[in-house]
């Protein structure tokens, strides 16, 4: 790669970071990234004090912890602890270290900059099917997918509940 190649290339940078509920954190990057899904990495601050982002082993279930969609340029974090989406003005998030573009060499995210984050409810809608699974799905969906969604999983649980 030419030195002038690499100076048109694009620092990595968090585009949008949004709580989409108490607990999760999703972090929408301009181009695709690797290394976003290790917690050293990255930095979540209320009122200056790091919270902790919980690591996922391989064998957990898909809902927890830190999570990266290269396809969608998105990495969802699990907070170690409850967020008050109330008071968003007092949260901020900041890249620490080797987050960087897939691209060869990998320009590295800055550093220095501190990012904002906002408070957009993905879940809204929770249904619970007879078995006591709760389904969560959001206001764009279909409102019978809940419910079918729900009724699946009941037949799951339960085969004599199935419908014909």
Aim: net charge neutral; hydrophobic share 25%.
């Amino acid at each position: 790669m030419y030195k002038e190649d690499a100076m048109n290339m694009e620092i990595p940078e968090i585009r949008k970071a949004r709580m989409i509920d108490t607990r999760r954190l999703e972090v929408f990057w301009s181009q695709a990234v690797v290394n976003s899904q290790y917690s050293e990495n990255i930095g979540v601050y209320h009122k200056g004090r790091r919270i902790a982002t919980y690591e996922r082993s391989d064998d957990e279930e898909w809902d927890r912890g830190t999570v990266y969609e290269e396809g969608k340029r998105k990495t969802t974090y699990f907070m170690n602890e409850e967020i008050d989406c109330t008071h968003m003005e007092e949260y901020s998030i900041q890249v620490l270290k080797n987050i960087r573009s897939t691209d060869v060499p990998g320009i590295p995210a800055d550093p220095q900059r501190s990012y904002t984050i906002t408070y957009e409810p993905y879940y809204t809608k929770f249904t619970t099917c007879a078995c006591g699974v709760v389904i969560k799905s959001n206001s764009h969906g279909k409102d019978h997918c809940g419910f079918y969604a729900a009724e699946a999983a009941g037949s799951q649980r339960n085969p004599k509940r199935r419908r014909r």
